[in-house]
C-alpha cells in the first residue's frame, strides 16, 4: 500500500475533488483522506456528513490502532473510500500532526492506498512534513503562466519536501510546455478533450500506481528533482 500527497501550487481550490477524480481512476482500492490546511470542502460539496471523518482518522492513529471501520472511512464507490474533514482551517490544522506523526500508519488503517489532499503548497505549511512522509506526491497546476510562475518560485521549497510528478488541469499551454519549463514528468492532462486522451490518462493513473508498488518502503521516491 501506498500514501500519495497531492497539493497544488496555488490558483486551484477543488484538489480535494481532483484526488476524488484521480481516485475514481486508480487501480486498486483506494482512500482520499482530505487534509487541506484551508479547511475541507467535500463534505459540503455533497452533502455529506464530517463526523466520523478526519478527526476519527486522527484517534485511529494516535491510540495505535484501528480498523477500517473505525477509521473514518465512508464508502464512496466499490474500490473508493473518503475521509472528509470539517471546514474549519483551525480544525483541520490541529489534526494534520497526527496524520505526520503516523503517517507510515494511513494505509495501515485504512487498509488501502492513500490519496491525501494536501491544498496549496506554500512555506509554512501545516501540512509540509505529511508531503514530505509520502510515498509519492503529485502536483497538480494549470497549464498557464501563472500556475508556472509560481512552480517556479517556490521550486527550491518543492524540492526540499521531495520529489514531484505533475498532472496538468487545462490551459493555454501544453503540458510539452510544461515539462520544459519546470523540469518535471508531467503524468497527464486531467481533462482530456476526447475518449482516446481519457484512455490515456486512466492508462497512465494505472502505470503511476503500479510504479508506486515496485518501490521498497518506508520512503518511496518517484519522478525526479
Not at 487501480?27 to 487541506?36: C, G, L, Q, Y
Not at 486522527?58 to 472528509?84: H, I, W
Not at 494534520?96 to 505549511?125: F, N, Q
Amino acid at each position: 500500500m501506498s500514501l500519495v500527497a497531492l497539493g497544488t501550487p496555488g490558483g486551484l481550490s477543488e484538489i480535494s475533488s481532483i484526488a476524488l477524480h484521480i481516485g475514481s481512476m486508480w487501480p486498486r482500492p483506494v482512500t482520499v483522506v482530505e487534509a487541506d490546511p484551508d479547511g475541507g470542502r467535500l463534505a459540503a460539496r455533497h452533502n455529506w456528513r464530517i463526523r466520523p471523518g478526519l478527526g476519527a482518522l486522527a484517534a485511529s492513529l494516535r491510540q495505535m490502532q484501528g480498523t477500517n471501520s473505525d477509521s473514518g472511512a465512508a464508502s464512496y464507490g466499490a474500490d473508493l473510500k473518503v475521509v472528509a474533514a470539517p471546514a474549519s482551517p483551525e480544525e483541520v490544522i490541529s489534526v494534520i500532526p497526527h496524520l505526520s506523526d503516523s503517517a507510515r500508519r494511513i494505509e495501515e488503517v485504512l487498509g488501502t492506498d492513500v490519496l491525501v489532499s494536501v491544498g496549496t503548497i506554500r512555506p509554512g505549511s501545516p501540512a509540509s512534513a505529511l508531503i514530505e512522509s509520502a510515498d509519492a506526491r503529485l502536483l497538480v497546476m494549470r497549464c498557464t503562466i501563472d500556475d508556472v510562475s509560481a512552480v517556479v518560485h517556490r521550486r527550491k521549497l518543492l524540492q526540499a519536501i521531495g520529489t514531484w510528478t505533475v498532472l496538468t488541469a487545462g490551459g493555454a499551454l501544453t503540458t510539452v510546455d510544461i515539462s520544459r519549463v519546470i523540469h518535471w514528468p508531467v503524468l497527464a492532462d486531467l481533462l482530456p478533450s476526447d475518449r482516446r486522451n481519457t484512455i490515456i490518462l486512466r492508462r497512465r493513473i494505472g502505470e503511476f500506481a503500479a510504479n508506486l508498488r515496485s518501490l521498497d518502503p518506508p520512503h518511496h521516491q518517484l519522478g525526479c528533482r
